[in-house]
């Protein structure tokens, strides 16, 4: 099998850099420059894979993206597997391995291709038809399918890679580095636009790079060497960047493109480390073109998929570009002159070319000429039946076409190959342009669709545009160029060109045979095996629609997105169906234009960059202290701080006893803070809390209670007047951002005649929370100079101060009910003055405390924590706190809500206190509250929000909202658990000090 | 049913090569004259169609759209099929669903292949915690399966998920629902066209509504690009274009139309055999038979009609994807797609009657309709034949935006929907 | 991703901004006086239009302004930018 089909020496192979790699556990070697594919090919490698459904041998087919067949895992098993990669687009390098997939135990012997024996109770859409019976079955049948079915296998651990992004704006982004886009960037770069090119392959210039043909010149040179000079050229331009192995995944609107720069992939193994493997750009280009080239169309016929049947560009390209023959004994079977132009080059190196099979009947073409001159026999108006050879093909068989090309007549003659290429003319790639949002018309002369009209500033030009040969390009863009740019003068305006190509085609989509077509099995898409008797099945039940014919058979569902085959899925439905190309449209093109890695997509926003880590000034010392930490929104905060090996419960129970014993210390800093100022700050307040803030003096705090427009609590904090028009206003720690954005939109949008101002402070202040009988004693240690007498500054009030130096705003506003005081320090001297209250805490065990304990705390005194303790749908009403919704104010957010029929309703959901009758028993928060357990269905009433065993009161407690619950006082409900009931009673939610005596003690 | 689907019939039309399959419904021109008439021919509207036909001996009724049947949320949602509801009005409305779920392949004779995989939902912070206990409790009072998983127990579940506790926001436990899973959402539709046109019902394609002609409070027909249709029942279940229908009837409804993105992996040997969710880690994962991961993403903030959305949303999803899930780094985006979904307030569909005698309205299932597709349909059907809601969907009115009796998923669960 | 031009700041990336919804909704100066169909109306009611709307964008990370703007919803046009309080352009 083994043997060297390197046939010539290429410019773009490096011969004397020669490679290994692993193809299926088998060591090969080819050299620098070489893809996979032309690898393989070089040593006579066809078969690469076997296709989803009927499991058939599968061979190299094109050389780029549009490979529907050669798809291969690399590394398999290793932290650096991928699954699905085209054997045409990767580059070899040292160390690569790489093997086939859907296949058992081999490619060669394939069990699954039992599948292919099967395949006439598998047409389209079998499954929804079968696997019914039992019902009780499908999970069992879909096992085995799902086991049959995907391709390569997904890594199974963390990827050693990284990935990054990177923005670019430019004037102007051409996409592709064919002829067209050569022209194209540099006439934008040279008229001095800051001009970006992208290429997909490693090298520039498409496939005129590698003609080499008298037949196609270019101001008396050969097409190829022209390019390189003009490619010379722009790679002199400064503001112009060209970035190859970069591929356009995504045409957004508004120019937003994104593309994926490929670093390391085709580097040694060694070399990948620790490099970026990947940069995703995205891109904002003020102009864009669009330089996509075009794709070959396969031809469909019976067999027309077995290993050695390649496009007929690729044969070229392996040969021109890669040295490499794909066969000994090659045949083309076309419909137009693009297989003559092959065979050419083929002939030129010596390559034996066997026969053409030519669908068109007698046509002038010099191409055609030139072919016979070499002794190639030309079969004119003939079409291939057949094709045979398992593994390879090995014979054709031929017969004549009918003159409508609907019927083969005569007699049928067999050649035998060991490759054949196929060439049914070019399909532009208008991918990118119609996920920009364009739309495409349909061109009847050789059923091509087209770019129509655009969606944003840009220009589809060459073959993408459907300018195929090279005189039609030089003329077309250089037009085209000209208008989009605004141009007087271009300096491609008196090129000359030649091209021998004769434009005629001989389109038919679905070639006939002389079986009738229930008995073929021609391939429309290769890899989900799509043929065209699966699509005339899905019109004949009935699905008209392109949409439909692809989602019932899947053609065009494969990794490939259908790049080969959806031109003719769509031709074979309009001559079924007798609808017109045009009316019928395309399917959508869904970015991205070739699959994109998730990590790419992502960038360097995995593990601990995967979200902001907010954190306190004081962060570090609770680090230091053991504390543990609990996430709220995007902050860390001190959870419990666990000593001698205490859990959490234990934790708990020692700081809560502490901070109501002695003194307790906590960080508040993640509490948002806004800062309000403004002549009309007092007026703002009565409009957004739902009490009356006008009569709060200056020194003064006070709670409020926010609402939405639907009257449901959405926030809550202390405000403190700071001076005549100066608040500060608290939130909750997860609310704060939420919370500005309201306001400021109320304030901008709703009540813009009022003189306000908001400032998020939050981060600017550091707040430490010194609570419980001893705190005062603390605070006189640490600001000795401030008056704590009641008198002077009473519970709800605020003090400017000093520490040492350190400007402070000092509260005494308490969430434990304890006596207690805040400090608000700028936040980097925060630390400092937590360090001082520990200080001079030492003496009366200060004790911190985390969220547990602060929440442990005040569910002893039954204040509510929003977003615990309600939901989306409590009023202050429900929470029974009338007493903070003002009867006189006209009108605050949410007011008109409260008066709603289902609002004022006396059997909502309302907040109550719940004893378990064993004191001992903690009821789980979110366990659902019921009166009659016998009731069916059960009648859930409430549930338990917040819940703790109180080591001041030695009792379990909770809050909890139940309907109806303000007139349940005392009434006994029960707590249905998985394995048991729980008894409670319910209660008035303050369990400890409802007097409020411990605020002055 | 004249053209059983059976293993046996898939061998017997293999002998004349599938020639001899019929159309799994016709194409028929419009009547004039029709008693209902369903706009929307996605799988709400066909079942709706369906279940009128069959359930309420209606013969007369054209289903009318504007494109290809199954053609927009139908054919573009992620497949996950669940009712773990927080709320008791939402627990029985899509329980009713699943359980039809549960038995539709052999009701319609198309298979439309609903995997009982499971469905879990992470807790990240200690509120979800709190959260998805207190719908676990709901869920097991009201009949509905669901366990509540401790982060081992979610490991066990799913094992490709990343429990490690040093990550930035660590699984802390999750809930589970066995009966829940996915399907095959195209067949949905399919199968429900087939049933439908089996019982006479017309489905009528590429068939825009332009207007919604009426006389006073009484309505007497639509016009389409197919000409006047006269008719004086209107269902419309026209996802994603609710609000564009009604206003041809004059009503403005509670709705915002959004677009919301999908994903697929290129597919791959089975890695993931249930469906995981997570709000917080914003991303839903499960593997098609095909063997792609779908993946589900947000919405966008905007309205919009467009089927797109922006970029910033789908790297949110992989982002999130790659929290949770490491080992997909090296796997491959396939394809992305936007719908256009219709959002309540309150998060709960509207399954109502509206002020026009007649009219009647099911939208507004935002990111979650898919799932109560047959429950929907049999519950849109009772509505519009007896002019009365059903009770399982009497709380979907739309007055409750007047009353303020929300059904609100939204605010109150922490769950993605 | 669209670009919108912030009327303070000027061009900008969408990822910048936060949508409000339909604009010119004014908030009524005397709620109480509605009835619970009126406040519905205002609440939750939504023209959802297909086609050109006039919207509300907060330029949230940037200069944290409210502005409106005018798009079409079919294809995400941008037609107008303008700011609060002024009039709407018309055509």
């Known amino acids: 099998m083994t043997k060297n089909l390197r046939v010539k020496t290429s410019k773009f192979i490096d011969e004397t850099y020669r490679i290994s790699f692993k193809f299926n556990g088998k060591l090969y070697y080819g050299f620098k420059g070489d893809t996979l594919a032309s690898a393989l090919l070089a040593n006579n490698v066809h078969l690469v894979g076997r296709s989803f459904k009927y499991h058939r041998p599968r061979g190299i087919m094109t050389a780029g993206s549009e490979e529907p067949n050669a798809i291969v895992q690399l590394h398999n098993n290793t932290s650096r597997t991928e699954p699905n990669v085209r054997a045409t687009e990767i580059e070899i390098y040292e160390g690569l391995e790489a093997s086939s997939q859907n296949c058992w135990p081999s490619v060669s012997f394939d069990i699954g291709g039992i599948n292919n024996i099967l395949s006439p109770l598998l047409p389209a859409g079998f499954y929804y038809k079968t696997f019914m019976w039992p019902a009780s079955f499908w999970e069992k049948y879909e096992y085995f399918i799902r086991k049959s079915a995907g391709l390569g296998k997904s890594p199974t651990v963390p990827d050693p890679d990284i990935y990054e992004h990177r923005y670019i704006h430019c004037d102007v982004l051409v996409i592709g580095a064919g002829i067209s886009g050569i022209m194209a960037a540099k006439t934008a770069a040279k008229n001095g636009l800051r001009t970006l090119l992208i290429e997909e392959k490693s090298y520039l210039g498409g496939s005129t790079i590698y003609q080499n043909s008298d037949h196609f010149k270019i101001n008396n040179q050969t097409s190829g060497s022209w390019l390189e000079k003009e490619i010379n050229e722009i790679k002199k331009i400064k503001n112009l960047e060209i970035k190859t192995r970069t591929s356009v995944a995504a045409y957004h609107g508004y120019n937003f493109l994104l593309a994926r720069e490929n670093l390391t992939d085709h580097l040694p193994i060694e070399k990948k480390e620790n490099k970026t493997r990947h940069r995703l750009l995205k891109i904002r280009a003020k102009k864009v073109i669009t330089a996509t080239g075009s794709l070959e169309r396969p031809l469909i016929f019976d067999n027309n998929d077995r290993p050695g049947i390649l496009l007929s560009s690729a044969i070229k390209k392996y040969a021109d570009l890669f040295g490499v023959s794909c066969g000994e004994k090659n045949i083309f079977f076309t419909n137009n002159d693009s297989a003559y132009e092959t065979a050419i080059s083929l002939i030129q190196k010596g390559i034996n070319v066997k026969a053409i099979i030519d669908n068109r009947e007698e046509i002038e073409s010099k191409l055609i000429y030139e072919v016979e001159k070499n002794n190639v026999e030309v079969y004119k108006g003939y079409t291939v039946t057949n094709t045979f050879g398992y593994r390879r093909i090995n014979k054709i068989s031929i017969m004549q076409l009918s003159k409508d090309g609907q019927k083969v007549i005569g007699s049928k003659k067999e050649l035998s190959c060991d490759c054949l290429g196929i060439s049914g003319g070019w399909t532009p790639a208008v991918h990118l342009f119609t996920q920009s949002g364009g739309k495409l018309k349909f061109r009847e002369e050789d059923q091509v669709f087209i770019p129509n009209t655009y969606s944003s500033d840009q220009l589809s030009v060459g073959a993408c545009n459907g300018d195929f040969t090279i005189d039609l390009i030089l003329s077309n863009v250089t037009k085209s160029l000209k208008h989009f740019f605004n141009l007087k003068h271009i300096e491609y305006e008196n090129t000359e060109v030649l091209s021998s190509f004769n434009k005629s085609k001989r389109n038919i989509w679905l070639l006939p045979s002389d079986k009738i077509l229930g008995k073929t099995k021609s391939f429309v898409d290769y890899q989900n095996d799509a043929t065209a008797k699966d699509i005339k099945l899905a019109l004949r039940e009935g699905f008209k629609s392109i949409e439909h014919v692809k989602r019932y058979t899947t053609t065009g569902m494969g990794t490939d997105q259908g790049k080969l085959g959806n031109m003719h899925a769509l031709g074979i439905i309009s001559e079924t169906a007798e609808a017109k190309m045009g009316e019928l449209g395309t399917t959508t093109f869904r970015p991205p234009y070739t699959p994109l890695t998730f990590g790419t997509l992502v960038g360097r926003n995995v593990g601990e960059y995967f979200d902001i880590f907010r954190k306190t000034p004081i962060h570090e010392w609770h680090v230091e202290n053991n504390a543990e930490f609990e996430n709220v929104g995007q902050w860390k905060r001190a959870w419990y701080y666990p000593k001698n090996n205490e859990d959490m419960h234990q934790a708990v129970q020692r700081e809560s006893k502490a901070a109501r014993e002695s003194v307790g210390i906590l960080d508040a800093s993640t509490l948002g803070k806004i800062d309000i100022q403004g002549t009309d700050a007092s007026e703002f307040l009565n409009r957004v809390y739902t009490n009356a803030w006008s009569k709060l003096n200056i020194g003064k705090c006070r709670y409020g209670l926010m609402l939405n427009e639907d009257g449901m609590v959405y926030d809550d904090g202390v405000t403190t007047r700071l001076g005549e028009n100066h608040y500060i206003m608290t939130t909750t720690t997860g609310g704060a951002a939420n919370v500005l954005s309201k306001l400021e939109d109320y304030l901008q949008t709703e009540w813009p005649e009022l003189d306000v101002y908001l400032t998020s402070v939050t981060d600017h202040f550091a707040t430490v929370s010194v609570c419980g009988p001893n705190s005062k004693k603390i605070i006189t240690n640490v600001i000795p100079d401030l008056d704590l007498s009641d008198k002077s500054f009473p519970h709800m009030s605020f003090k400017n101060a000093k520490i040492g130096n350190i400007h402070c705003r000092v509260m005494r506003i308490s969430f434990t009910g304890e006596h207690s005081y805040e400090i608000n320090v700028q936040a980097n001297y925060g630390r400092s003055v937590w360090e001082k209250c520990m200080e001079a805490g030492k003496d009366f065990n200060i004790t911190p405390y985390g969220t547990e304990t602060m929440h442990l705390l005040r569910a002893e005194k039954g204040f509510i924590i929003v977003g615990q303790d309600t939901d989306a749908t409590m009023t202050p009403i429900d929470l029974q706190m009338d007493w903070i919704v003002s009867k006189k104010k006209y009108d605050f957010i949410g007011k008109r809500s409260l008066y709603r029929s289902d609002t004022m309703r006396e059997d909502r959901k309302q907040l109550v206190g719940l004893l378990t009758e064993n004191p001992n028993e903690v009821l789980e928060e979110g366990a659902q509250i019921v009166a009659d357990i016998n009731k069916s269905p059960i009648e859930m009433l409430g549930h338990v929000t917040s819940s703790y065993f109180s080591p001041n009161l030695n009792k379990s407690i909770a809050l909890g909202v139940v309907r109806g619950g303000k007139n349940m006082m005392g009434k006994k409900l029960i707590i249905p658990m998985e394995k048991k009931k729980i008894n409670v009673i319910v209660t008035d939610p303050v369990f400890l000090d409802k007097e409020n005596k411990r605020l002055n003690a | 049913m004249k053209n059983k689907y059976s293993f046996f019939s898939l061998v017997k039309n293999a002998f004349s090569y599938h020639e001899n399959w019929e159309k799994a419904w016709k194409d028929p021109e419009p009547k004039k004259e029709y008693e209902v008439v369903i706009i929307g021919g996605g799988g709400h509207g066909l079942a709706t169609a369906y279940y009128l036909a069959k359930k309420h001996k209606i013969n007369n009724i054209a289903v009318v759209e504007k494109g290809w049947i199954g053609g927009g949320n139908t054919g573009r949602n992620t497949t996950i099929i669940r009712s773990n509801y927080l709320w008791d009005a939402s627990a029985g409305l899509y329980d009713h669903a699943l359980k039809i779920w549960e038995g539709l392949s052999q009701e319609l004779n198309y298979n439309v292949m609903f995997s009982q995989r499971g469905v879990m939902n992470l807790a990240h912070n200690l509120q979800d915690v709190r959260d998805l206990k207190r719908r676990t409790h709901a869920n097991r009072l009201n009949g509905i399966d669901a366990v509540y998983l401790n982060t081992e127990q979610v490991k066990k579940f799913c094992p490709i998920i990343n429990t490690s506790p040093d990550i930035r926001y660590p699984v802390l436990g999750g809930t589970l629902q066995k009966r829940a899973g996915t399907a095959r959402h195209d067949a949905v539709a399919w199968g429900y066209a087939r049933g439908a046109n089996e019982m006479g019902v017309d489905i009528i394609q590429n068939c825009e509504v332009k207007g919604i002609k009426r006389n006073g409070d009484c309505l007497e027909g639509i016009e389409t690009t197919k000409g006047f249709i006269k008719t004086n029942k209107i269902g419309v279940v026209a996802a994603g274009h609710s609000s564009v229908i009604a206003n041809m009837a004059g009503l403005k409804l509670p709705l915002e139309s959004k677009p919301l993105q999908a994903l697929v992996s290129e597919p791959v040997k089975p890695i993931i055999d249930t469906v995981v969710m997570s709000n917080a880690v914003h991303a839903y994962v499960s593997q098609s038979d095909k063997g792609e991961l779908v993946i589900g993403a947000g919405t966008d903030d905007y309205v919009s009609y467009s089927q797109k959305g922006s970029h910033d949303i789908i790297e949110g999803t992989l982002n999130a994807i790659l929290e949770l899930y490491p080992i997909f780094s090296r796997m491959k985006m396939l394809r992305q797609w936007g719908g256009i979904v219709d959002i309540c307030p309150d998060a709960s569909p509207i399954i109502s009657k509206t002020p026009i005698k007649g009219l009647y309205f099911n939208c507004g299932w935002g990111t979650g309709g898919f799932k109560a597709t047959p429950g929907s349909g049999d519950l849109f059907a009772h509505t519009i034949a007896n002019d009365e809601p059903h009770k399982l969907n009497a709380a979907f009115n739309l007055n409750r935006f007047v009353s303020g009796d929300l059904v609100d998923e939204h605010g109150a669960a922490a769950v993605a929907h | ?91």
């Open chain 3, 1 to 91: 991703m669209f670009l919108i031009n912030c009327p303070f700041c000027g061009e900008r990336e969408q990822s910048e901004f936060k949508a409000g919804g339909e604009a010119h909704i004014i908030r009524p100066k005397q709620p109480s006086e509605l009835s619970d169909d009126q406040w519905a109306e205002y609440l939750f009611m939504r023209k959802n239009i297909k086609g050109v709307q006039f919207e509300r964008w907060n330029h949230i990370h940037g200069c944290r302004k409210w502005f409106n703007i005018v798009r079409d919803t079919s294809n995400d046009e941008i037609k107008a930018v303008y700011k609060m309080g002024e009039k709407p352009p018309v055509g």
